[in-house]
């Protein structure tokens, strides 16, 4: 009856197959599937979305003190019951058996790897069980990493909790402030060093996630082990590739802990879903309506994403009223707020259904109870460099096995559960990479560098990585260092380099600001860093208001380029005193101003540290579209025929229809970043003069390779732009 559950679940007729799940290893069907239209659909899918959950890549260090303070002793019955549950909690995890014998593996080795099944206790146990075993004697800490800075603060949380201590003294949280609302995240991983430095024990969790900080950790805590004999590292995995960092550290011994597993069933499309959103949005409604008590979790993408799944959720069931009852829905990514993230936790009420719509956070971060249901349409984002063209981007590719299962997995943690993916048996099988490509392989690696080179680590060829990145993209990131004068001749890090070092941003971003000290515009240079680092969604353009959306876009362009219109965005926005009504009636994302208004504090808050006078060239561009070509000068893109062709690759890309420039086409371009959908965009551009290349480049750039027969016959452009800027 219900017109938005057309399809029935199971059975021969169903929109489903079925396949059981038998512990960790999984059968197929021998059936032969209708498969051409998957390789399309994936194309299609391969869009370059938005950088929010880059920020999940962030580096976190929880770390435990042991002195327990005495006022935090009389409390009330009430909490003091609270307690008790939480022990009992903990009694009944699955590590708890196995504490006795873990810690004296801890005891007898110095590296011991620790596999145990998501949810089986290690991050927020572990911790506290070296805490009990005195561990933190004589103000020795315990640190754990985290690669996620949602779990990392959900678990600080949590294990505060049980301890019933606050937050912040006993178990604190270390990291950056400012790291978490910018992409990458050098100096979180130094500060996690000197956290290192003072520790008993260092835990490496979340080891099989292989991000760029957890593989760099790797190599460079296997070195100071070798001299520091009294450090324990424990290197804490789910169960995946523990035998290859058993390896990496000199065979080290795996402790597993058994994990308690129910069958899931796992059930596949018939055929490849042409919109895996609104088939997720289908499937909840599907389960809700005709699947026992259990609550939902939906794997998706990103944040755009899960907005878009919880929007329409929560409309359907507005639609459906008292038909149905009542759904919970939950969205969780790196970027919501934390009051809003601890809600996931809380139990369902009875009679109602949780749905959780998540980013891979949920697939084995963090562990919500009470999950049944699991909806995985197959995909994530994924970072992808290209070291030829230097090119990074975040896309939406179909995940690997390894992550599908782990994603299933989560059905089967309290009961036996059912897993819903909407793709095929066969793309599973055919389609789909055994294993995840570890990220050190698949970045840009120019903070790696500086980060390695500020420790004083020159060598990287030989760096003790697990898996080394490709050649080419250690070389081209050092080469990139050398032209931005960060590296000298010989690869040492410069002055100028370990200022940049300084800065949580990619190194170009840093040149770009420390380049605005000479430029006398540090104030405008902050601004636009700030707002290029959220730069993909702060234009609202809502579907039903285009045209409204487009006119209120097209008011904020100055001429020069779009870091300009970016830069007079944010001043308008100070100037209505950061007023969000401001934000709704310029179709300007309020969210976004937020969180480009932090970074941009944050990265102020820095200027002291890097010595860089925060002072403004009042309105005068040219100084600031100067700074942004001394750091983005390897960025550099000349008018050609039908296109541009950037400079040192020959390459050919288009300004992007959303840029103040697509129309104007100047001779010269510096641009933020290239991204691929149907051609090659370079998006946010801004117009330079081509002898400001050889101003803040001379050793990269050659005036004969800037010549450019063609620019007498347009001169125009030029001057008009110089006259309007005055
Ligand atoms: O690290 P691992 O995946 O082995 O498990 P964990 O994160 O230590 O979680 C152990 C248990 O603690 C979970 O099964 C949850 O029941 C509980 N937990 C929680 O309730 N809230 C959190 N924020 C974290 C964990
Ligand atoms: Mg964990």
């Given at each position: 009856e219900l017109e938005e559950t057309p399809m029935e679940l199971g059975g021969e007729q169903g929109r489903w197959e079925e396949?059981?799940?038998?512990?960790?290893?999984?059968?197929?069907?021998?059936?032969?599937?209708?498969?051409?239209g998957m390789k399309q659909e994936q194309e299609k899918y391969q869009l370059i979305l938005e950088e929010e959950e880059m920020i999940d890549f962030v580096t976190t260090a929880i770390t435990m003190k042991?002195?327990?303070?005495?006022?935090?002793?009389?409390?009330?019955?009430?909490?003091?019951?609270?307690?008790?549950?939480?022990?009992?909690?903990?009694?009944?995890l699955p590590i708890f058996p196995y504490r006795e014998d873990l810690l004296a593996a801890i005891n007898k080795h110095q590296i011991l790897v620790i596999e145990g099944e998501t949810g089986s206790g290690k991050t927020t146990q572990i911790p506290q069980y070296l805490l009990e075993d005195g561990y933190t004697k004589g103000g020795m800490k315990i640190g754990c990493t985290q690669p996620r800075r949602v779990a990392a603060m959900s678990v600080a949380a949590r294990v505060a909790e049980e301890m019933s201590v606050k937050l912040?003294?006993?178990?604190?949280?270390?990291?950056?402030?400012?790291?978490?609302?910018?992409?990458?995240?050098?100096?979180?991983?130094?500060?996690?060093?000197?956290?290192?430095?003072?520790?008993?024990?260092?835990?490496?969790?979340?080891a099989h996630e292989r991000t760029l900080h957890t593989d760099i950790l790797f190599g460079l805590i296997k070195d100071i082990a070798r001299f520091r004999s009294d450090l324990k590292v424990l290197v804490a995995s789910a169960t995946l590739d523990t035998e290859r960092f058993s390896c990496f550290f000199d065979d080290a011994p795996v402790f597993r802990i058994p994990g308690r597993r129910f069958p899931v069933d796992i059930f596949y499309t018939k055929a490849p879903e042409a919109d895996y959103l609104e088939a997720c949005v289908v499937s909840v409604l599907q389960i809700h309506v005709t699947q026992p008590p259990g609550d939902i979790l939906v794997f998706l993408t990103g944040q755009e994403e899960i907005e878009a799944c919880c929007e329409l959720l929560q409309e359907r069931c507005r639609r459906l009223g008292s038909k149905i009852a009542e759904l919970l829905v939950l969205p969780i990514y790196a970027n919501l707020p934390s009051d809003m993230q601890a809600k996931i936790f809380n139990p369902t009420p009875p009679g109602a259904r949780k749905v959780v719509v998540a980013t891979n956070i949920a697939e084995t971060s963090l562990t919500i109870d009470g999950i049944i249901y699991v909806i995985d349409p197959g995909f994530c984002k994924q970072k992808s460099y290209n070291a030829r063209t230097g090119m990074e981007s975040l896309i939406v590719t179909p995940c690997s096995r390894a992550s599908a299962n782990q994603r299933a997995g989560r059905a089967g943690r309290v009961a036996a559960g059912k897993c819903f993916r909407l793709y095929t048996a066969w793309a599973y099988k055919h389609e789909m990479e055994e294993t995840t490509v570890p990220e050190i392989q698949r970045t840009n690696l120019g903070n790696v560098v500086l980060l390695l080179k500020s420790l004083g680590i020159n060598d990287l060829i030989h760096f003790d990585f697990m898996d080394p990145p490709p050649h080419e993209t250690l070389v081209l990131a050092l080469e990139q260092l050398y032209a931005l004068g960060a590296l000298n001749h010989l690869g040492e890090l410069t002055k100028l380099g370990r200022r940049m070092a300084e800065l949580p941003v990619d190194p170009m971003l840093s040149k770009m600001i420390l380049a605005s000290e000479q430029y006398k515009c540090s104030e405008e240079v902050l601004t636009i860093a700030a707002m290029l680092s959220v730069n993909n969604s702060i234009f609202y353009r809502p579907k039903d208001k285009v045209v409204h959306a487009d006119n209120a876009r097209m008011n904020f362009v100055v001429p020069g380029g779009d870091h300009l219109v970016l830069l007079n965005v944010y001043n308008q926005w100070v100037e209505s005193g950061y007023s969000t009504q401001w934000c709704y009636e310029n179709f300007i994302q309020f969210r976004s101003?937020?969180?480009?208004?932090?970074?941009?504090?944050?990265?102020?808050?820095?200027?002291?540290?890097?010595?860089?006078?925060?002072?403004?060239?009042?309105?005068?561009?040219?100084?600031?579209?100067?700074?942004?070509?001394?750091?983005?000068?390897?960025?550099t893109a000349r008018l050609s025929k039908g296109g541009y062709k950037t400079v040192k690759h020959q390459q050919t890309v288009y300004v992007h229809p959303n840029s103040s420039l697509f129309e104007e086409q100047p001779r010269w371009l510096i641009y933020h970043e290239l991204v691929f959908t149907t051609k090659e965009f370079m998006r946010q551009v801004i117009e330079i003069e081509s002898g400001w290349l050889l101003e803040v480049a001379p050793h990269y750039y050659k005036s004969k390779e800037l010549e450019d027969s063609s620019s007498k016959k347009m001169p125009r452009k030029q001057g008009k732009t110089k006259e309007e800027l005055g």
């Amino acid at each position: 009856e219900l017109e938005e559950t057309p399809m029935e679940l199971g059975g021969e007729q169903g929109r489903w197959e079925e396949e059981r799940l038998k512990t960790a290893s999984l059968s197929f069907g021998a059936k032969k599937e209708r498969e051409q239209g998957m390789k399309q659909e994936q194309e299609k899918y391969q869009l370059i979305l938005e950088e929010e959950e880059m920020i999940d890549f962030v580096t976190t260090a929880i770390t435990m003190k042991g002195t327990r303070s005495e006022k935090d002793a009389p409390a009330l019955s009430q909490a003091e019951m609270k307690k008790q549950s939480m022990q009992e909690v903990r009694r009944s995890l699955p590590i708890f058996p196995y504490r006795e014998d873990l810690l004296a593996a801890i005891n007898k080795h110095q590296i011991l790897v620790i596999e145990g099944e998501t949810g089986s206790g290690k991050t927020t146990q572990i911790p506290q069980y070296l805490l009990e075993d005195g561990y933190t004697k004589g103000g020795m800490k315990i640190g754990c990493t985290q690669p996620r800075r949602v779990a990392a603060m959900s678990v600080a949380a949590r294990v505060a909790e049980e301890m019933s201590v606050k937050l912040g003294n006993e178990v604190s949280l270390v990291h950056d402030c400012y790291t978490n609302t910018l992409s990458v995240t050098v100096p979180s991983s130094r500060l996690k060093l000197s956290v290192l430095l003072s520790s008993s024990v260092i835990i490496i969790d979340e080891a099989h996630e292989r991000t760029l900080h957890t593989d760099i950790l790797f190599g460079l805590i296997k070195d100071i082990a070798r001299f520091r004999s009294d450090l324990k590292v424990l290197v804490a995995s789910a169960t995946l590739d523990t035998e290859r960092f058993s390896c990496f550290f000199d065979d080290a011994p795996v402790f597993r802990i058994p994990g308690r597993r129910f069958p899931v069933d796992i059930f596949y499309t018939k055929a490849p879903e042409a919109d895996y959103l609104e088939a997720c949005v289908v499937s909840v409604l599907q389960i809700h309506v005709t699947q026992p008590p259990g609550d939902i979790l939906v794997f998706l993408t990103g944040q755009e994403e899960i907005e878009a799944c919880c929007e329409l959720l929560q409309e359907r069931c507005r639609r459906l009223g008292s038909k149905i009852a009542e759904l919970l829905v939950l969205p969780i990514y790196a970027n919501l707020p934390s009051d809003m993230q601890a809600k996931i936790f809380n139990p369902t009420p009875p009679g109602a259904r949780k749905v959780v719509v998540a980013t891979n956070i949920a697939e084995t971060s963090l562990t919500i109870d009470g999950i049944i249901y699991v909806i995985d349409p197959g995909f994530c984002k994924q970072k992808s460099y290209n070291a030829r063209t230097g090119m990074e981007s975040l896309i939406v590719t179909p995940c690997s096995r390894a992550s599908a299962n782990q994603r299933a997995g989560r059905a089967g943690r309290v009961a036996a559960g059912k897993c819903f993916r909407l793709y095929t048996a066969w793309a599973y099988k055919h389609e789909m990479e055994e294993t995840t490509v570890p990220e050190i392989q698949r970045t840009n690696l120019g903070n790696v560098v500086l980060l390695l080179k500020s420790l004083g680590i020159n060598d990287l060829i030989h760096f003790d990585f697990m898996d080394p990145p490709p050649h080419e993209t250690l070389v081209l990131a050092l080469e990139q260092l050398y032209a931005l004068g960060a590296l000298n001749h010989l690869g040492e890090l410069t002055k100028l380099g370990r200022r940049m070092a300084e800065l949580p941003v990619d190194p170009m971003l840093s040149k770009m600001i420390l380049a605005s000290e000479q430029y006398k515009c540090s104030e405008e240079v902050l601004t636009i860093a700030a707002m290029l680092s959220v730069n993909n969604s702060i234009f609202y353009r809502p579907k039903d208001k285009v045209v409204h959306a487009d006119n209120a876009r097209m008011n904020f362009v100055v001429p020069g380029g779009d870091h300009l219109v970016l830069l007079n965005v944010y001043n308008q926005w100070v100037e209505s005193g950061y007023s969000t009504q401001w934000c709704y009636e310029n179709f300007i994302q309020f969210r976004s101003m937020r969180r480009a208004r932090d970074v941009r504090d944050q990265l102020e808050g820095l200027m002291d540290r890097i010595e860089v006078e925060v002072v403004s060239c009042q309105g005068d561009s040219v100084p600031v579209r100067k700074a942004v070509t001394a750091g983005y000068f390897y960025h550099t893109a000349r008018l050609s025929k039908g296109g541009y062709k950037t400079v040192k690759h020959q390459q050919t890309v288009y300004v992007h229809p959303n840029s103040s420039l697509f129309e104007e086409q100047p001779r010269w371009l510096i641009y933020h970043e290239l991204v691929f959908t149907t051609k090659e965009f370079m998006r946010q551009v801004i117009e330079i003069e081509s002898g400001w290349l050889l101003e803040v480049a001379p050793h990269y750039y050659k005036s004969k390779e800037l010549e450019d027969s063609s620019s007498k016959k347009m001169p125009r452009k030029q001057g008009k732009t110089k006259e309007e800027l005055g």
